[in-house]
Nanobody, 124 residues
Framework: QVQLVESGGGLVQAGGSLRLSCAASGRTFSTYVMGWFRQAPGKEREFVAG????????KYADSVKGRFTISRDNAKNTVYLQMNSLKPEDTAVYYCAADRRVTVVTSQPGYEYWGQGTQVTVSS
């Protein structure tokens, strides 16, 4: 069982930056693929970024490539999402997800564990 707790969300102006953190419980964090998803009001939850257990492999949604960076610190059981050049369309609840798999996947069913989410609001 893995418990995930996101933090770091908030209100920021367009062009600004935020860093989200996701702290995971358990001693096997380093064996989990981690992902970030987001859900805007009235829209379906979508994949944002994912990272392999070692950190050597990452994937990004086209909408965030070049602006967002996912990383992890296995010693701290934490995964991060650095978000730069934020746009109003990035406004959403951001969720951290984990799964004990080998490869990074972009689909929601590919992740077994989910956090409660953190709100990110980007003003224009």
């Amino acid at each position: 069982q893995v418990q995930l707790v996101e933090s770091g969300g908030g209100l920021v102006q367009a062009g600004g930056s935020l860093r989200l953190s996701c702290a995971a419980s358990g001693r096997t964090f380093s064996t989990y693929v981690m992902g970030w998803f987001r859900q805007a009001p009235g829209k379906e939850r979508e994949f944002v970024a994912g990272i392999s257990w070692s950190g050597s492999s990452t994937k990004y949604a086209d909408s965030v490539k070049g602006r967002f960076t996912i990383s992890r610190d296995n010693a701290k059981n934490t995964v991060y999402l650095q978000m730069n050049s934020l746009k109003p369309e990035d406004t959403a609840v951001y969720y951290c997800a984990a799964d004990r798999r080998v490869t990074v996947v972009t689909s929601q069913p590919g992740y077994e564990y989910w956090g409660q989410g953190t709100q990110v609001t980007v003003s224009s």
